[in-house]
């Protein structure tokens, strides 16, 4: 894909194909590669760039007719000295389908992965998509997750409305919650999935040494707090600001019977403390906690099937 000649018609491809299922984050998305498809000096700069820079402007396009009529995208993602490629916006022009574009453009995309000798290869594809899930598995990508992204959306009342949530204790994580805070952190965010979020569970750990290491990365100082049923720890939350709206909120939360009331009282607390100011979103384990985010005025964006291309395929050339 050329960003000079290629980027604008992607942008258009990928409206049309997937405009009608585009939450807030897809709709901004398709803004900035607009923008920069019509900024002189971007376009110059990325044409001419290594790829291996964490903006989704890398893959390739099929033309036919003079246009551009399928797509698919190459996102990098360094972590931990990793390299990580997903592979995003498969896309092919309703009347260019069913002849086999699609699965040439993921397997160009698997191919030029392995060529570069990137670590791990994922795509994540939305739970709906059937058509879609049988071409990426028949390829050989295997499912590792199932995530619902879920949105704070509605601030009407959000301050009286939150209080009546917060049912539990909750309070600044003292030092002594962080071996269980590790321990549930990474059963809702699984290692293999850390590098999407760009959290790992040392950056949650207490400590100065590690305040100091956050602050001269000039990371965005985290916030974490604990959830109190009758002195016992129920769950953890952290909240991660960013540069831009929306910020992450982070839920450390065990599988359990009063899982729900956990959820409200965070998340309640979350919207009483940053909501009123703030776009607040959770990417959290798919089916859990409905009710509970429901409650609190976040609405679900997208579910998403996590696949990624095993280790044993991708060695093969």
Known sequence: MSVHT????????????????????????????????????????????????????????????????????????????????????????????????????????????????????????????????????NLGFEQRSVRTQWRLMDFVQIGEQSDKLITLHVIPRPRKDWEQHQQWFERNYPVDVQWYFGVDTQNLSPGLLKSVERYLLNDQAMQHYSAYNNNQLAGIMTYQPTQNNPHSLFLSIPVSETENEVLESLLGFANRLFGVNNTLRVNYPAGRGLDAFQACNFLPQNTLIWMEYPADLFKKT
């Open 6 to 137: 290629d980027l604008r018609q992607v942008a258009d491809l990928i409206e049309l194909c997937f405009g009608h299922q585009m939450d807030h984050d897809g709709k901004q998305y398709l803004n900035y590669l607009r923008n920069v498809a019509a900024g002189r000096r971007q376009v110059r700069w990325l044409d001419g760039a290594n790829e291996r820079i964490s903006v989704p402007l890398f893959g390739y396009v099929w033309i036919e007719d003079g246009k551009v009529v399928g797509n698919v995208s190459i996102s990098p993602f360094a972590w931990q000295k990793r390299w990580y490629y997903l592979i995003a916006n498969v896309a092919v022009h309703p009347d260019y389908r069913r002849r086999g574009i699609a699965k040439l453009l993921t397997e160009q995309a698997i191919y030029h992965a392995q060529f570069q000798g990137v670590d791990q290869l994922w795509l994540q594809v939305k739970e709906f998509n059937q058509t879609a899930i049988n071409l990426y598995q």
